[in-house]
């Protein structure tokens, strides 16, 4: 236990007040400042910021605080226009204006390579973060945990360090219609007494709602995700969503009766409708099944992809490695100038949808992709002969697979395209590729999630000539 004790290394006790000036923000966009060497961090603080703030956790190298008082307010500073913002904990940069958060982001990249792979500012090639126009209502899918409290059926999503459920009924980032359809299914839900899951009891029928919308298309997917595979009245209930709702395409049921804290389990039914929605990305059309991965912000998912294409280079004799591949997008992307393109995802469901999408489009005899971790597939490919030119990577969070770092370097592509949702572990995986014959041309940011402080980047590696 830590409460109320000085942790050794840090002069600091919980409770203590003290002052602080904000140097810039963290990777989780809490503001970051220094008492007496001891980096301190604040959720809230905005970087030029004077305040005094209450320490709340301290740890042997750090201590976390909230603001008590602002002394000196940053001219960055907005007024949040989300009503539940601080108790939502769903974005984290509301407070602060646009332009600001742009440059905060492009320092949070900096950052990253500081900590992680030693090298300053002067060291990368990174150029200005890529924003929206209008930073707002820009996701496509929600999916919100459903709850009742109080006799009231409410969906939304956990409290930032809690597990209490915050409700939303109007979410500013989403998309107005994923906003529209879940209110509705609430209602439906409350209004026929379906029964609502209980995660303490670990009993009761529906856990989440999916909802996700098609900006082309204007197609709705509804997804229930359930405990059980029996839905009692489900003929009642399905004829309610079809009255209230005749314009959602897709009705799924998606079967989790696991305790985890994973949306989907694995067992996905029909209930009404088409299995697949459709939402296009420039000149391309994709089919988007309800466990199948699909970038979030459509928008600025076309702006992602041209910096892809801009640092793959290809003049159509190239072959292309597409790992991590979810429905076969960026493959897509490429196709038209690469000479051939594999991809593999673990989800069966993402491949079935790219091999759709890559017939679709007439790119069948060029495009492969296979189930599997890319970790165990690439490598199979180079076994049977398969030589990349380049290789793009769009890992998760966690980064790329060791094994996966390991065997791109082996495959000695000419280029890598790193697609990043997170600095820290790109910073990693940089500094490894650096160390085994690649060097790194230049660092893009892409601003993906506005008011959040994530923030996606596309990097350029190409291989040393010895």
Same mark, same amino acid.
């Given at each position: 236990m830590l409460d109320n004790k000085k942790v050794k290394g840090t002069g600091l006790t919980n409770g203590q007040t003290i002052p602080l000036t904000i140097k810039r923000l963290g990777i989780n966009g809490e503001g970051v400042g220094f008492f007496k060497r001891t980096v301190v961090f604040v959720p809230g603080a905005l970087p030029g910021e004077e305040i005094t703030a209450e320490v709340t956790k301290v740890f042997p190298n750090r201590a976390e605080a909230k603001v008590k008082r602002l002394r000196k307010k940053s001219k960055d500073r907005v007024t949040p226009p989300c009503p539940v913002y601080e108790e939502c904990g769903g974005c984290q940069l509301q407070h602060m204006s646009y332009q600001a958060q742009l440059r905060e982001k492009r320092d949070i990249v900096i950052q990253s390579f500081e900590r992680h792979a030693k090298l300053g500012e002067n060291d990368l090639t990174i150029k200005p973060v890529i924003g929206m126009e209008d930073p707002w209502n820009y996701r496509n899918k929600s999916q919100l945990q459903v709850r009742k409290q109080k006799g009231k059926v409410i969906a939304g999503l956990y409290g930032a360090g809690s597990h209490e459920l915050v409700e939303l009924t109007n979410c500013l980032v989403q998309?107005?219609?994923?906003?529209? $359809?879940?209110?509705?299914? $609430?209602?439906?839900?409350?209004?026929?007494?379906?029964?609502?899951?209980?995660?303490?009891?670990?009993?009761?029928?529906?856990?989440?709602?999916?909802?996700?919308?098609? !900006?082309e298309t204007g197609q709705i997917q509804l997804v229930l995700v359930t405990s059980e595979e029996t839905i009692p009245r489900k003929e009642l209930l399905m004829k309610e969503i079809k009255k209230r709702l005749p314009e959602v395409r897709s009705v799924i049921q998606n079967v989790n009766g696991k305790r985890t804290s994973l949306i989907f389990g694995e067992k996905t039914l029909l209930l009404e409708g088409e299995e697949v929605i459709q939402e296009s990305l420039g000149d391309l059309n994709f089919e988007l099944s309800a466990r199948a991965f699909f970038?979030?912000?459509?928008?600025?998912?076309?702006? &992602?992809?041209?910096?892809?294409k801009k640092a793959a280079d290809l003049t159509g004799n190239e072959? %292309?490695? @597409?790992?991590? *591949?979810?429905?076969?997008?960026?493959?897509?992307?490429? =196709?038209?100038?690469?000479?051939? %393109?594999?991809?593999?995802?673990?989800?069966?469901?993402?491949?079935?949808?790219?091999?759709?999408? =890559?017939?679709?489009?007439?790119?069948?005899?060029?495009?492969? #992709?296979?189930?599997?971790?890319?970790?165990? $597939?690439?490598?199979?490919?180079?076994?049977?002969? !398969?030589?990349?030119?380049?290789?793009?990577? @769009?890992?998760?969070?966690?980064?790329?697979?060791?094994?996966?770092?390991?065997?791109?370097?082996?495959?000695?592509?000419?280029?890598?395209? #790193?697609?990043? *949702?997170?600095?820290?572990?790109?910073?990693?995986?940089?500094?490894?590729?650096?160390?085994?014959?690649?060097?790194?041309?230049? &660092?893009?940011? $892409?601003?993906? !999630?506005?008011?959040?402080?994530h923030v996606e980047v596309v990097s350029v590696f190409k291989k040393k000539q010895r």
């Open positions: 998309h107005p219609e994923t906003n529209r $359809v879940t209110r509705q299914v $609430v209602d439906i839900l409350q209004d026929l007494n379906i029964s609502i899951y209980h995660e303490k009891k670990r009993n009761g029928l529906v856990r989440t709602i999916v909802t996700r919308v098609g !900006f970038q979030l912000n459509p928008l600025q998912t076309v702006k &992602l992809y041209d910096e892809v072959n %292309v490695i @597409d790992a991590y *591949c979810g429905v076969g997008t960026i493959g897509l992307w490429l =196709a038209e100038e690469a000479k051939e %393109v594999r991809g593999m995802d673990v989800i069966k469901e993402s491949i079935d949808d790219a091999r759709e999408n =890559a017939r679709r489009h007439g790119y069948e005899s060029k495009m492969t #992709y296979d189930v599997g971790k890319a970790e165990e $597939v690439v490598p199979k490919w180079i076994k049977e002969g !398969f030589k990349p030119n380049v290789i793009v990577v @769009d890992p998760p969070r966690t980064g790329c697979d060791d094994t996966l770092l390991a065997t791109m370097v082996k495959a000695k592509a000419d280029r890598i395209v #790193y697609v990043s *949702c997170n600095p820290s572990t790109l910073a990693k995986d940089a500094s490894y590729l650096m160390k085994k014959g690649y060097k790194l041309e230049q &660092l893009q940011p $892409v601003d993906m !999630f506005p008011q959040t402080s």
